[in-house]
């Protein structure tokens, strides 16, 4: 990352509308924080995608281990009563 | 015509932004990377779209059968009437940038007394656009200080950039009859006024960015006249490529 052919990547959040949360949108490479906002804008929110943008530099993501999957993800799977499945939700309800 | 002065001057505002536009549009595919290929090319269709708008009242102003794009595409290359900055070529991403930032300078100036005409068409335009070309400005000047203030081969790439297009400036400010009479109307710009004010931000910005200002006094001068440089053809050759093989045709 810290060659200097090559920008480091960073991480773009966009926020949509006020109220909504920021949500990844996509990767892009630039030189500093400044210059990652305005890629940001120029690459992903002209056409009135957003009203806030977060970039992070993607080296500062700690991620999880795909190997690690199964210890991590697995044992939700068979603990049916941690999803709230067994309510009839109404049809007005939307988005759950 | 009846409204002779208003149609030139329109002109003499909407070809800066097609003639910039059109080099601009040049980088689709050949910027120096992604991003700033994407920002280029978003520059170009800003200024693309504030051309429509004054080509389409140019169009109503001359009261025949002309369009916006005969207006756009059909003309000679001396009737276009675009300042000289703007139709320099891109030669390298420092020269795109200087150009950029040296006409964003004077179109923000120029669009915020625009804004105050008394023709509410031409101020609405000029309202409208000033977002966009604000943020065009602090795109340009911040490459400016970048490659001005970044390493020694950027440093020198910029500053052979600011001195070889740094006579192209001065017309600017020059006045057309045109401008003379809209300017007295109330309508359009005394662009004389902004001169001083254009060189202080401009040299703020170059000794930021330690760059040398240039100290050249011996200017070009002629777009606005319609006398171009060699490369304006060129470009007119491929904009106008379309229309000239295939007449009228639409997307």
Redesign the interface.
């Known amino acids: 990352m810290s060659d200097k052919k090559n ?1 480091p990547l960073w991480e773009v959040f966009v926020r949509s509308k006020n109220g909504l949360e920021h949500r990844h949108c996509g990767s ?4 500093d924080e ?2 990652a906002l ?2 940001a ?3 992903y929110t ?1 056409r009135s995608e957003g009203v806030s943008i977060w970039v992070v530099e993607s080296k500062n993501i700690t991620a999880s281990n795909p190997e690690n999957n199964g210890e991590m993800f697995e044992p939700a799977h068979d603990k049916v009563y941690r999803h709230p499945t067994f309510y009839d939700l109404p049809d007005e309800v939307k988005h759950m | 015509m009846k409204n002779e002065n208003l149609y030139n001057y329109i002109l003499s505002i909407a070809d800066n932004s097609l003639i910039l536009g059109q080099r601009l549009g040049e980088l689709t595919g050949h910027g120096p990377s992604l991003e700033t290929d994407i920002a280029c090319t978003n520059m170009s269709l800003d200024l693309f779209g504030q051309v429509r708008s004054y080509y389409q009242y140019a169009a109503k102003i001359a009261g025949d059968n002309r369009t916006e794009d005969d207006i756009a595409m059909l003309r000679k290359e001396r009737e276009y009437v675009n300042v000289l900055l703007v139709e320099q070529p891109n030669t390298d991403f420092a020269y795109t940038m200087a150009r950029q930032f040296l006409f964003d300078v004077y179109h923000l100036l120029f669009l915020q007394e625009l804004q105050k005409s008394k023709d509410l068409t031409l101020s609405a335009i000029a309202n409208k656009s000033i977002k966009e070309v604000s943020y065009h400005l602090r795109f340009s000047t911040d490459w400016i200080k970048r490659l001005g203030d970044g390493t020694e081969v950027s440093r020198q790439k910029m500053q052979d950039a600011i001195d070889g297009l740094w006579t192209y400036t001065d017309e600017l400010f020059h006045q057309t009859e045109a401008d003379i009479a809209m300017a007295q109307e109330g309508v359009g710009v005394d662009v004389t006024k902004l001169k001083e004010v254009y060189y202080n931000k401009v040299n703020a910005v170059l000794e930021e960015s330690t760059l040398q200002i240039p100290e050249s006094k011996w200017f070009q001068k002629g777009g606005k006249k319609g006398v171009h440089t060699e490369h304006l053809g060129y470009l007119l050759a491929e904009l106008q490529y379309m229309q000239r093989a295939y007449p009228n045709m639409e997307w």
């Open positions: 920008w892009l490479h630039a030189a400044d210059m305005e890629n804008r120029d690459v002209r």
